[in-house]
């Protein structure tokens, strides 16, 4: 009842002699010691960053650059702050654009579920003031209040917008400070100030008519303009496209997906479902919750550096001239200086898979790729070809690197080999050993002034095993029969 209906109600105080904080579910205080002693023991494993892509959503096949996309806007950048004046924004933006059925909202969805903070919203449900910030008059004290949209509640977090294309424009420009500056300027009812919007932003969008279009331009095939593209740093294009073997992988892949699966009615009698976690466990892959803590961790806790002499500074500007000149004659999306602040971001972001303390020549090499394919898929199906050509050195080529490797690994045999018979021949003493043995820190210390730290790929390869090396993990050395040449 209220005044109105002859009852009166008057204002209500709560008078507390004690107040408990709610724990925050995104603060690294949630962790347990036997959660950070997992992590760190994750950490050990130089296949981290692999296996952290490769557990993004496991029940979507296929589709490795938006989950290279999705890992790096989970993990983040480091923010920068120049000299308390000017903010540099460390989150990763994730546009995610393509036909009906290639699982972009299962994307979100999962992205929603992972990261210790996220507000799930849609374009078509949101408007400008549902996404920033709104103001209210209040009906006891009718004064006006302050209310924060889906970007304001996601602060640290991460933002998902579905249906990105359904959004009004007058909505869309709405987000431009926040998705670049990270905050929301409110001046309204006499209330003038400014709320924080420090999050990522993952948005999902159909093209014109449904399809996408691969004889046109990313820009030609979505009504987004460009500044508000230039805002994502990385643009995944999603295709339906009919392959025999790719659909037939793809359907086995989903059978099995359901055949793993227990029906309702088995749990109702009390059927135990399959474990899922020994599972993912003996595919390398890594628990949902696991991964959660791990994220929650890493953006807690590492904060990598750019450091001139860890990762090839040379390389990172001719590629930017290099997408400049290349965005101007084929089109697509312009390349602007945005674009080498979202390498560094996604650099850093690669480094913090790792829970490394500084950027490394491979991280850089990982976010020169995802930039390279994201600019590659932005562009006509008929020059994606020849850009690949083109751009081709700036591509790291895991073969390549064994080839270097390789010949590395038979110089040092060869000083090896060269210093036994020297010996042996003072001392008079006729060479009967016939295997030779390195130590596996003198090829790592080789492999590091060439800026190449995991080796682990390498010694697992045919070409290892070919060329008659083997290594002995125990000992850490690594041998070959002097018949072996």
């Not at 989150?91 to 009906?100: F, M, R, S």
């Not at 003038?192 to 008519?209: K, M």
């Not at 593209?229 to 643009?235: A, G």
């Not at 036994?420 to 030779?436: S, T």
């Amino acid at each position: 009842m209220t005044l109105k209906s002859g009852f009166p109600v008057f204002n209500t105080y709560i008078t507390a002699n004690h107040i408990c904080k709610r724990n925050d579910e995104s603060s690294v205080n949630n962790l347990t010691p036997e959660d950070i002693a997992e992590i760190l023991e994750l950490k050990k494993d130089p296949q981290i960053g692999k296996r952290i892509v490769k557990s993004i959503a496991p029940s979507i096949f296929g589709h490795h650059l938006p989950k290279m996309a999705l890992a790096m806007a989970l993990f983040g950048g480091v923010p920068k702050n120049v000299q308390e004046k000017h903010r540099i924004r460390g989150d990763c933006n994730v546009l995610l654009l393509g036909d009906p059925g290639t699982a972009k909202s299962q994307f979100l969805k999962y992205a929603e579920h992972t990261a210790p903070r996220a507000v799930y919203s849609t374009g078509k449900g949101a408007s400008a003031v549902g996404l920033t910030a709104s103001v209210h008059k209040d009906p006891l004290t009718k004064e006006w209040t302050l209310e924060g949209g889906a970007l304001v509640l996601a602060d640290r977090g991460v933002c998902l917008i579905d249906e990105f294309d359904k959004m009004n424009e007058q909505d869309r420009t709405s987000i431009h400070e926040a998705m670049e500056q990270q905050s929301i300027s409110i001046s309204k009812a006499g209330i003038v100030t400014s709320l924080q919007a420090r999050c990522a932003v993952i948005a999902a969008a159909n093209p014109i008519g449904g399809r996408y279009d691969a004889s046109n331009t990313l820009k030609d095939n979505v009504e987004l303009t460009d500044p508000i593209l230039q805002r994502f740093d990385v643009l995944c294009v999603l295709q339906d496209q009919v392959d025999p073997v790719a659909d037939e992988r793809l359907a086995q892949f989903v059978t099995s997906s359901h055949m793993r699966a227990i029906p309702a009615a088995d749990l109702a009698r009390g059927e135990s479902p399959p474990s899922q976690s020994s599972k993912e466990e003996s595919e390398g892959m890594i628990p949902q919750e696991l991964l959660r803590k791990y994220i929650q961790y890493a953006r807690c806790n590492c904060f990598p550096v750019l450091n001139g002499n860890t990762f090839d500074q040379e390389k990172v500007s001719s590629l930017y001239v290099a997408l400049r000149q290349e965005s101007a004659k084929s089109g697509g999306v312009p390349i602007a200086v945005r674009h080498i602040e979202s390498l560094m971001r996604m650099a850093e972001a690669h480094a913090k898979m790792h829970l490394r303390d500084y950027v490394r020549n491979d991280d850089m090499n990982a976010a020169i790729s995802v930039l390279l394919e994201s600019f590659f898929v932005s562009q006509k199906f008929s020059v994606r070809k020849s850009l690949r050509k083109a751009f081709g050195k700036f591509l790291v080529d895991e073969q390549d690197q064994n080839s270097l490797m390789l010949h590395m690994l038979s110089d040092l045999f060869r000083n090896e080999q060269m210093y036994q018979i020297i010996r042996m021949r003072q001392k008079g003493i006729e060479d009967d050993d016939n295997v030779l043995e390195i130590p596996l820190e003198e090829l790592e210390g080789k492999a590091q002034e060439r800026r190449m730290y995991d080796l682990s790929g390498f010694l697992k390869s045919s070409a290892f095993s070919e060329a008659g090396y083997v290594l002995d993990e125990s000992r850490r050395v690594i041998a070959r029969p002097t018949a072996a040449r």
